[in-house]
């Protein structure tokens, strides 16, 4: 009767064990789970957060009121530049040098790019795309503006459809922040 007892203890200690293990293992499990659901949820909502502050960004590139003595006083200027020359060089130069104040937040805004498409895959990386693309026409249109700059005019060309394009890229936007909004919603 001894030995029954014993082996019976045996096998609900066996049984014990290997429930508290699985247990144990489930609970771990469950926890990792949730870890890694709250690391994504924190990402995503900063990366919201750095959608809505990109937003003001481009607001304040693209802002029509400018100072261009405050805000192009680093502009690079050229020998024997008359005072109507600089003026329109500083005018045309605003959008360059707030781009190039900015420059930090966008290094670290497409930053977060490449988070995305490692936990949610290539397509959460599309709306990083759309600004970027219009952050590179914005720069490329400004600069084009800038250099364009003869003597105290602006020569784009005689196309009209031309400049239009160009100030056009300068001065509006695409929002992108809706698209996140599909990666970034609990499901």
Known sequence: MADLLVKLQTIATIIATGGGTYITFAGLHAWKREMKGR?????????????YEAEEKVREL?????????????????DHESETEARVRDTHYVPIARWKAQKDFWNDFFSYKFRMRALFGPNASRPFEKVDEALRTFT?????????????????GDDRAFRQEIDAAVWAFRQS???????????
């Not at 805000?71 to 200027?77: A, G, H, M, N, V």
């Not at 922040?177 to 499901?187: A, G, N, S």
Request: aromatic share 8%; proline share 9%.
């Open 177 to 187: 922040r809706t698209k996140l909004d599909r990666y970034c919603t609990p499901r």
């Open 140 to 156: 490329a249109s400004a600069f084009t503006r800038y250099e364009s700059i003869r003597g105290d005019r602006v020569e784009l």
């Open 39 to 51: 690391r994504d949820i924190e990402l995503c909502q900063q990366i919201i957060a750095q959608f």
């Open 62 to 78: 693209r802002s029509p009121m400018s100072y261009p003595s405050v805000e192009s006083p680093d502009r690079p200027k050229l």
